[in-house]
C-alpha cells in the first residue's frame, strides 16, 4: 500500500561520533603502541648484538693472549686445541692465527676492510660466506718473546644471536600486543558508555509522540549539557509558535462558522420570502458556497484539534465496529441523495482500539464524505465500508467504484489543499490531510491505493490494537 503521509526528508548523515571517536583515539594509540614495539625490537638487536660482539672478542682476545706468550714449538698444538674450545652445536666458528708472516691456521678469514669498526682493542665487521653471514672479530697483539705481531681472526655465523632476537622479540612484543587489545576494547567500551546517553535520548525522540519532548540532561557529559540546554531551549520556543498558530486557527474557524451559521439561517428565511425560480437559483448558490465555507471551518477546527492531540492526551477504548456502522448510518441520506449504495462489511463482532472517538469520527466521516463525492451519482454505483483486521492491528477501509486517480496524484492526495484534476468537484483539498494527522496522532497510518481493477480508490485507516483488554 501506498503510504498518504510525506516521508520525512532527512539531511545527509555524517560519520558516526562513535566512529569519529574511535579514530581519532584508537588511531593514534595503535601507531604509539607499534612505534613502541619497533623501539623496543630496535633495543632488543643493540643489545643481543653487544653481548654476542662482545663474547666473540672475548674469544679472540683469549686465543692472542695465549698465542703471545706460547713456546716456538707450542704454536701448533695450541692452535690444535682452539678448535675444541670454540666448537658450537649451532652456530659455525671459523679461526686463523697469524704470527708476523706465518699463517698458523686453521682457516682462511678475510682481513678487516677499511670501513671495520673499531671494537676495544680490535676491529668488528660482517663477512658473506658459503656457510651464511658471519661476524667477525680482528684483533693484533705483540709476541712476547720476540715482539712479532699476533693477529687473531673468529669469525662466527649469526643463526644464535637471530634466535636470541627472536625469543626476547616474543617477549618484548606479545606483552605490548595483548596491551594494544586491553587499551582498544577499553577505548571501545568508554566510548560506548559515553554515547549512550545520546543513543537513549534518540530512542526516546523515536517512541515519543510528536510533543514538546525536552531531552534529559542529568545523563549527558558536561561538554554536551550546553547543546542539549540550546536544543530544549528551541523546542520550547517552537512549541510557542505552534500553540499560538493552532489557536490562531481554531479561533478563526471557529468565529468563521458561526456568522456563517446565522447566514445559512438567513438564506432559508430569503428562500421563504421570495418564492420566484430566479431567486430560488441564487440562494441554492448562496446556500451550497455558505455550506463549503462551514465544512472549511469544522476542518480547520478538527485539524487543530488533531495537532493539539499530539500532546499526550487520555484515550478511550473504543468499539470499531460499532463506531464505524453508526458513523456510515450518518451518511446514508447523503448516499441516497447521490442514488449510490453505501455498503458496511465486518469481519469480527468487536474490534476495540484506544482512541479519541471524536477525532477518529471526524476522520472515518472524510472518508466516507470524500467515497460519495468523487465515486459519481448513478444506480450500480457503491461505498463500501468494511472492518477487519490484519498483522499490524485494525483496518477501516473506505472503498468506492468511481473513476479512481491517476498514479502520479495519489501519492499527494494528503497534501494540504491538493485537489488534483478535481477542482469542478465541491471540496477544500483537507480532508485527506486532516485523516493522515489524525493517523499521525494515534501511532497508525493512511494508506491509499487503486481499488479493485484499478477503478476506484480504497482509502484505509491502520490503527493499532491495544495489547491488554481495558
Known sequence: MTPAAEPALDPPAGPALRRVLMRRLIAPLIGLLLF????????????????????LYDDAASVASVMAGAQEQDLGTQVERF?????????????SVRIGSVDYGPDTIAPAPANAAHFRR?????????????????????????GGLVTVRIARTTRRRLSTLEELAAVFVVPQLALLAIAVAVVTGGLAHVVRPLAL?????????????????????????????AVNGLVSRLDEVLRRQRKFTADAAHQ????????????????QEFPDAAAQAVFARLAATVERTIRVAEQLLAL???????????????????????????????????????????????????????????ALSNLIDNAIKYCGQGRGRR??????????????????????????ELGRLAERFYRGDRKDTPGTGLGLALVSEVMQTHGGRLALEHAGGRRGLRASLHLPVPAQPA
Open 36 to 55: 613502541s614495539v619497533a623501539v623496543s625490537l630496535w633495543l632488543a638487536a643493540r643489545y643481543v648484538n653487544a653481548v654476542y660482539d662482545r663474547e
Open 83 to 95: 678448535a675444541e674450545v670454540t666448537y658450537d652445536e649451532v652456530d659455525s666458528i671459523v679461526y
Open 122 to 146: 680490535g676491529l668488528i665487521y660482517d663477512l658473506d660466506t658459503p656457510d651464511g653471514r658471519m661476524r667477525a672479530v680482528e684483533i693484533g697483539v705483540p709476541r712476547m718473546r720476540d
Open 201 to 229: 535520548v534518540e530512542a526516546q525522540l523515536q517512541t515519543q509522540a510528536l510533543a514538546p519532548v525536552r531531552l534529559p540532561r542529568e545523563p549527558m557529559p558536561r561538554e554536551v549539557a550546553a547543546l542539549v540546554g
Open 256 to 271: 468563521l462558522r458561526t456568522p456563517m451559521t446565522a447566514l445559512r439561517l438567513q438564506i432559508e428565511d430569503a428562500r
Open 304 to 362: 487543530a484539534r488533531a495537532e493539539q492531540a499530539h500532546d499526550p492526551m487520555p484515550r478511550e477504548r473504543i468499539d470499531l465496529v460499532a463506531l464505524a456502522r453508526e458513523i456510515g448510518a450518518e451518511w446514508v441520506p447523503a448516499a441516497m441523495r447521490a442514488r449510490l449504495d453505501l455498503e458496511f462489511e465486518a469481519d469480527l463482532e468487536v474490534l476495540s482500539v484506544d482512541a479519541d472517538r471524536h477525532l477518529l469520527s471526524e
Open 383 to 408: 461505498v463500501l465500508v468494511r472492518v477487519g483486521r490484519d498483522a499490524d492491528g485494525a483496518v477501516v477501509a473506505v472503498e468506492d467504484d468511481g473513476p479512481g486517480v491517476p498514479d502520479s
